[in-house]
């Protein structure tokens, strides 16, 4: 009855280890491990020389050495008048660049007479690289110069001369015209005949109301910011006033230039009359 009872009980056991025991196993979830995107190594340039250096603008650029970990998107020149200049602070892109990594950028708005800070600079995925910094001081603005024929009519009481603004020194030419005295040396605080216009290029005026038999000093004047620039003199004589009677024989056919030939000869003998 006992080995009975032992038997009943072994059986027990099976059943249990087969069935109660045998849980089905879970499935362990896989672990997933974060992939990191590496951006590599930025690019490296240098800074290249200054040229063509005005009082507002000069050309620069730079040279890419290497292109870092990836292509380069973006590159010219920044500038500030602080040292280590940003692309945050003023920057130019390109004018040009060629296959070797040389590129070429205008720098502009700037001041006169200013020094700036300058920084090429090249920018991949892992950020911006900046070339060494070089130092720009802008030009000086100077005064214009001119081109003065000797006055084209002089009469006894009116003259006219033709008159160019060759360069504006480096700043806008704000006023334009002729100045002139019976003494050497005439300056804006003489007599002056203003030009209706401003800036370069060339103009016409005439001088009224002259005394007769006189000789008269001129030179040209323009105004920029830098003040006032004068021509070198013109020595012109107005001649005696009388009757005088004349007759102009034209062609028949007058060019532009013979045309203007008649009026000079009209307008001084006018003058004299």
Request: overall charge positive; proline content about 3%.
């Amino acid at each position: 009855m006992i080995n009975q009872s032992k038997k009943y009980l072994i059986s027990a056991c099976t059943i249990f280890a087969l069935f109660g025991g045998c849980k089905k196993a879970e499935k362990v979830p896989e672990t997933t491990i974060p992939k990191t995107e590496t951006s590599g190594a930025v690019a490296t340039v240098t800074t290249t020389a200054f040229t063509n250096i005005t009082t507002n603008s000069a050309m620069s650029g730079g040279v890419i050495t290497g292109k870092g970990g990836s292509p380069v998107t973006d590159q010219g020149v920044c500038w500030s008048t602080s040292p280590k200049p940003t692309i945050d602070s003023k920057k130019a892109g390109v004018v040009s660049i060629n296959g070797s990594g040389v590129f070429v950028s205008q720098l502009g708005g700037l001041t006169a007479s200013t020094k700036y800070y300058v920084r090429a600079f090249a920018v991949n995925k892992a950020g911006v690289a900046y070339g060494n910094e070089m130092e720009l001081t802008t030009a000086n603005i100077a005064g214009a110069t001119f081109g003065f024929s000797p006055m084209y009519i002089v009469g006894s009481t009116v003259a006219a001369a033709d008159i160019e603004v060759l360069t504006d020194g480096g700043d806008a030419i704000t006023e334009r015209g002729i100045v002139y005295a019976s003494a050497t040396g005439p300056t804006v605080s003489n007599n002056k005949v203003k030009h209706n216009n401003a800036g370069l290029g060339k103009f016409r005026l005439s001088l009224k109301y002259l005394t007769p038999k006189t000789t008269y000093y001129a030179r040209a004047y323009a105004i920029n910011s830098k003040g006032v620039s004068y021509s070198s003199e013109v020595t012109f004589k107005t001649i005696a006033k009388g009757n005088v009677i004349y007759t102009i024989n034209k062609s028949s056919n007058p060019t532009s230039e013979e045309i203007d030939v008649y009026a000079r000869i009209k307008i001084a003998a006018d003058s004299a009359c």
